[in-house]
């Protein structure tokens, strides 16, 4: 609106709720420079101007227009020896918002995913089903990595064994729910007894769940009945300080913390492998809270493979 009424330019702040921290998403304007300013900066400008000071500030503002560019997945794998046609897959979403350097949003989910492999690599060199690492592209445009591979390749769909999925931040690995997977909790109740007391004592879990219809890569394969499940860290106030804010940088990781959640997962990947049969895939619908009335699974959704442009 203000673009249309002949702004050249917007000026805008979108307080985190934290010391410091201001959510950066994207413009609403296609021609004119939106700049975000801090809570600080923004509200002495408001102040001023309320006042009829008529504040003046100086923006050094440069920007370059370089078209749709492609995006992409990257993959990893260690073959299996018994039963390579079957997978466990480790997930985590490559990309990150541009307020600053995503390094819990998701770069504590990379490096999490990338040493659960090296540990499996060195230990456990020859597992009996293929294990898969994918990191996505695209995901905080609509997960569109996770799901352009749900839409290109349903022959391996069937074949996975289950996927984890890492997309929460820093703290450790705080909830787990069975996504509406029937018999998720017998399996996984069975794999996290192996994992040390003092990494999964805090755990909330929830069995059987409902089904994840949003929010990470996960949602994308549980849409096409896959187990796939959350590994969620939602600790050191993630959503006030870090997740798309200016301040998601390198000196937020919480290592030891980190290097837990990949021990976790590292074990769970383990066992997953192990497992003679391929789990359960038996769902239950979930029921509306509203209405009582049973509600849908969800369904896969198609990616976004033209980019954020007009049509």
Not at 1 to 20: C, D, H, K, M, Q
Not at 105 to 110: I, L, Q, S
Not at 152 to 175: M, Y
Not at 193 to 214: D, H, L, S
Request: glycine share 10%.
């Amino acid at each position: 609106i203000l673009e249309e009424a002949g702004a050249l330019g917007v000026i805008t702040s979108y307080w985190s709720r934290g010391f410091g921290a201001n959510k950066i998403f994207s413009a609403y304007t296609k021609t004119v420079p939106t700049i975000d300013l801090s809570l600080e900066d923004y509200g002495l400008l408001f102040r001023l101007a309320e006042n009829g000071k008529k504040p003046k500030i100086h923006l050094n503002a440069q920007s370059k227009e370089t078209g749709v560019q492609p995006t992409f997945n990257t993959f990893g794998e260690i073959r299996g020896t018994e039963k390579p046609e079957e997978y466990v897959m480790l997930s985590a979403h490559f990309d990150s918002w541009d307020g600053a350097t995503g390094a819990t949003d998701n770069g504590t989910g990379v490096i999490t995913m990338m040493e659960v492999m090296r540990i499996l690599k060195k230990v456990y060199p020859n597992p009996k089903r293929t294990i898969l690492v994918g990191l996505w592209g695209s995901e905080e445009q609509g997960l569109n990595g996770s799901r352009a591979f749900v839409e290109d390749h349903p022959e391996t769909l069937d074949k996975i064994q289950v996927l984890f999925n890492q997309d929460n931040g820093t703290g450790r690995i705080a909830q787990l729910s069975g996504q509406g997977f029937v018999d998720s909790y017998e399996y996984l109740g069975r794999w996290m007894a192996e994992v040390p007391r003092p990494i999964t004592r805090e755990i909330e879990t929830n069995f059987p769940g409902n089904p994840g219809g949003g929010g990470s890569d996960y949602a994308s394969f549980v849409a096409a009945g896959v187990p796939a499940f959350s590994l969620s860290s939602l600790s050191w106030s993630y959503y006030n300080y870090t997740w798309h804010t200016n301040l998601d940088t390198y000196d937020k990781i919480v290592f030891e913390e980190v290097k837990n959640n990949a021990i976790m997962t590292a074990i769970l990947v383990y066992m997953a492998c192990e497992e003679p049969e391929l789990v359960s895939r038996k769902r239950r619908v979930p029921m509306n809270q509203r209405g009582g009335q049973p509600a849908f699974w969800p369904v896969p959704r198609s990616p976004n493979r033209k980019g954020m442009i007009d049509n």
